[in-house]
């Protein structure tokens, strides 16, 4: 005498669980889509840090070259000082005779140091050019990726 009990229950609760369900375990690819995020926002962090690097030393090497028109013109002071005393001691009849190949050598020395500040001035000119191009390629990279709080740079 077993009664079995019967209970009407609504289909629809039933139906949206399984749909549920069925949602829980596609979400899976989520996963995957989440890694991916996660690879390009490291993506973009070594991005930044090669950029910062290159700031970094875009700055060094245009404070070393900032360096070099000063110790050239201080070098062709010393030059003109030294191409002075050489004249003044070649004035002599006999000294003359032995300083010309001196001379010249050095007046050839002193053109090629004057070359090397116009290379100098140069390079500090291409080096401002660039660096007017990094800062426009961050605030470029700033605007495409922000920066969220707590991701470093």
């Known amino acids: 005498m077993d009664e079995d009990e019967y209970e009407v229950i609504p289909a629809s609760p039933i139906r949206q669980l399984d749909r549920r369900l069925s949602r829980v375990e596609s979400a899976s690819s989520s996963s995957e889509i989440r890694r991916l995020i996660e690879q390009v926002i490291e993506l973009i962090k070594s991005n930044q840090r090669i950029i910062d690097d290159i700031v970094k030393s875009d700055a060094e090497l245009r404070q070393e070259v900032a360096r070099l028109p000063g110790k050239i013109d201080e070098l062709l002071a010393n030059m003109g000082q030294f191409m002075d005393l050489l004249r003044a001691s070649a004035t002599e009849e006999t000294a003359k ?57």
């Open 97 to 153: 005779d032995g300083m010309e190949p001196l001379v010249k050598k050095i007046s050839e020395l002193v053109d090629v140091t004057r070359k090397t500040q116009e290379i100098s001035q140069a390079a500090l000119t291409s080096l401002d050019t660039i660096d007017k191009r990094l800062k426009r390629t961050m605030v470029q990279s700033a605007a495409t990726y922000p920066r969220r709080p707590g991701m470093g740079p």
